[in-house]
């Protein structure tokens, strides 16, 4: 037998809404276990910057797994929302310059880490 709306009104008028020690306790509780379903990782980043500042339009991300970019913004960028692992990282490089890629960075899932710099050749 399904519980009537009724029933589902009385429960949260009777057991959360009340103001005694057991009703707030569980209303505390209702809370914690629903912003648990809801909060979400935002992953790890990289950040950096490319010299020189107004060489590059995006940067990414590359692994076996994950790829990401972030477009470059007076020269510095940061890639977000990845997922811990080994990382490439590659720069568009304007005319005259180069794309330009720097490899093997390490990223722990939910750090920022930082480059540097990420330097253009002709």
Not at 50 to 61: K, R
Not at 95 to 107: A, E, G, Q, S
Request: aromatic share 10%; with cysteine; charged share 20%.
């Amino acid at each position: 037998m399904k519980p009537s709306n009724a029933f589902w009104h009385n429960f949260f008028v009777g057991v959360c809404m009340e103001k005694n020690q057991w009703g707030m306790i569980s209303a505390f509780l209702l809370i914690i276990v629903l912003f648990a379903f809801v909060r979400q990782d935002t992953g790890a980043a990289i950040k950096g910057h490319v010299v020189p500042y107004n060489a590059a339009l995006h940067v990414w991300a590359v692994s076996n797994d994950d790829t990401s970019s972030a477009i470059v913004q007076n020269g510095a960028f940061e890639i977000k929302k990845l997922k811990g692992g080994k990382y490439r990282v590659i720069a568009e490089g304007l005319r005259p310059y180069k794309v330009t890629t720097k490899p093997d960075i390490n990223v722990v899932s939910g750090t920022i880490v930082d480059i540097g710099d990420i330097i253009l050749d002709q």
